[in-house]
């Protein structure tokens, strides 16, 4: 999973160099994100410009990094969802929960 981790302020910004976010990528992307949780990141924006197609499983891990963020009254927010992985972000309800930018 190639991932880059940039600071802007007090924000960690994670910048998902992959063009899909799949169950074969999502441990390690997964891992990276909650160990920055993990580790006292408590403003976290995950820039999806480049991911074209997410699958079922990614959408559930979003999900997860999103709990684990509340439960350490942080926030995990989403910026430039492509078109496709907007519709399934939508269509499964998690923009109900994840604020997108």
């Given at each position: ?6 600071s802007?302020?007090?924000v ?8 899909r976010?799949?169950?074969q990528?999502?441990?390690?992307f ?10 006292g ?6 820039d ?5 197609y ?6 559930g891990?979003l999900?997860?990094?999103y ?5 350490v009254?942080g926030?995990l ?7 496709r ?7 499964v ?9």
């Amino acid at each position: 999973m190639n991932l880059q981790v940039d600071s802007v302020g007090d924000v960690k910004v994670i910048r998902v160099q992959e063009e899909r976010l799949v169950f074969q990528t999502l441990n390690p992307f997964t891992d990276a994100v909650a160990q920055l949780i993990e580790g006292g990141t408590t403003k976290l924006l995950l820039d999806l410009r480049r991911v074209q197609y997410m699958d079922s499983a990614s959408i559930g891990g979003l999900a997860d990094l999103y709990r684990r963020s509340a439960d350490v009254s942080g926030s995990l927010k989403l910026f430039g969802l492509q078109d496709r992985v907007e519709r399934m972000v939508s269509l499964v309800g998690l923009h109900n929960l994840i604020e997108i930018f």
